[in-house]
């Protein structure tokens, strides 16, 4: 997934990316950061509809015919009325699937969360569209496909929170898939931290910080019961 307001650049990017080994381009036009939105990338573009024509069509015409490109939106930047032209910009770019954040921009992750838009999203266009924004529970699954006609979901920060969703909702939605073990909260976290040693070659120093904002969703919203004692460890 890359993100970025300049057709070329991105088109470039994601030609470096298909040349290290990526078999599918994701475009980020949903990301609300206000880093990233003041550096013209993410939701920023939710604002320019023809601009998201662009990068997509730069992009698409830059990978090879075989590697897939993608988009994911928000409903819009200060309103849900803004996906269906910006669905549609995408979808004239040539992407190949939609993903569909079913809040605004100025929403943030603030409830409430919108998904009846995403249905006439998958009319409008006819490509396949992942809904995607505040799937917690199965329950939150199966409600999210009722009110959609979705057939994917995206998980984000529930899969974060519990780290078992991702293959029971695979489960539910009738994937063969292996059923989870329960969690076990020390394991998980060891293995993070080797993987941050992996991957930097050293005890990376922000490691204690992003073990603490996932266990942070992890103990908002699913059944980690240590976070009063995570949060004072420095070490």
């Known amino acids: 997934q890359i993100l970025g307001g300049h057709p070329e650049r991105m088109a470039l990017s994601a030609l470096a990316a298909v040349r290290a080994g990526a078999k599918a381009i994701d475009l980020n036009f949903g990301c609300p950061a206000p880093t990233v939105n003041r550096n013209d990338g993410g939701a920023s573009l939710l604002r320019h509809p023809c601009r998201i024509r662009e990068i997509v069509a730069a992009v698409r015409s830059a990978v090879p015919k075989e590697i897939p490109v993608s988009a994911k939106l928000r409903l819009g930047w200060d309103s849900t009325d803004a996906i269906f032209e910006n669905a549609q910009m995408a979808a004239e770019g040539g992407a190949a699937w939609l993903t569909v954040h079913a809040r605004t921009r100025v929403q943030g992750y603030a409830p409430p969360v919108c998904w009846p838009p995403i249905r006439r999203v998958r009319e409008q266009t006819g490509l396949p569209v992942v809904a995607n924004g505040d799937i917690w529970t199965l329950d939150d699954l199966r409600q999210c ?91």
């Open 145 to 235: 496909g009722e009110e959609t006609g979705a057939e994917h979901f995206m998980l984000g920060r529930a899969a974060l929170a519990d780290p078992r969703l991702p293959a029971l909702a695979s489960l539910e939605l009738g994937i063969e898939t292996p059923v989870p073990p329960p969690i076990v909260w020390s394991a998980l976290m060891r293995r993070l931290v080797h993987w941050n040693v992996v991957l930097t070659c050293q005890a990376h120093p922000k490691s204690v910080v992003k073990l603490k904002q996932w266990l942070k969703f992890a103990h908002l919203h699913g059944d980690f019961r240590h976070w009063d004692v995570v949060k004072r460890t420095d070490d």
